[in-house]
């Protein structure tokens, strides 16, 4: 099984004029197995809608923990988006082109967006790439990002390879 690993930030996203002053700013990716959806919803939801139960129970103690500040749960975090429209996982979908899909929330501690994109590269093949841009507001939002950047990063690769996963089935 090929395994996510960190790249730069792609460039060409949308959301490029939001990297200066990120306070956390990082990309991953994967190769793709021949025969996998060329369809950036499908390749989405399949790394995103069925964490592994780790991902799962780390999500749960965050909702827990950061109840207490006042910060949106996962659960109400994707109850409001889906009154307003579709969600992938819990994260609302901001945006959706043909080459790429945005998913994201804003919070009084912090804003964060993710990017995912398909990228065929001559050397790697194609691949599934998912860069994150995170703002923090106030030290709430720095303490929170320094707390959960090592899950962060661990999750992004673990929802890559699920992704990669799937599309082997």
Not at 26 to 47: H, K, N, W
């Amino acid at each position: 099984m090929t395994k996510a690993r960190a790249v730069p930030m792609p460039g060409n996203s949308v959301l490029a004029p939001l990297y200066a002053g990120a306070d956390l700013l990082d990309a991953f990716a994967i190769r793709l197995p021949a025969g996998a959806s060329d369809d950036l919803e499908v390749l989405a939801r399949a790394g995103f809608e069925r964490p592994a139960g780790w991902i799962r129970a780390l999500t749960r103690i965050r909702d827990v923990v950061m109840a207490t500040v006042g910060v949106k749960s996962s659960r109400a975090i994707g109850l409001a988006a889906a009154g307003r429209g579709p969600v992938i996982g819990y994260f609302p979908l901001l945006s959706k082109s043909a080459t790429e899909l945005v998913v994201g929330e804003d919070d009084s501690h912090l804003d964060f967006r993710v990017t995912i994109q398909l990228r065929i590269d001559a050397a790697n093949g194609r691949e599934l790439v998912v860069g994150t841009v995170v703002h923090c507001h106030n030290r709430l939002g720095r303490i929170y990002l320094t707390m959960i950047a090592p899950f962060h990063r661990a999750i992004a690769r673990a929802n890559l390879e699920q992704a990669a996963r799937a599309m082997k089935s």
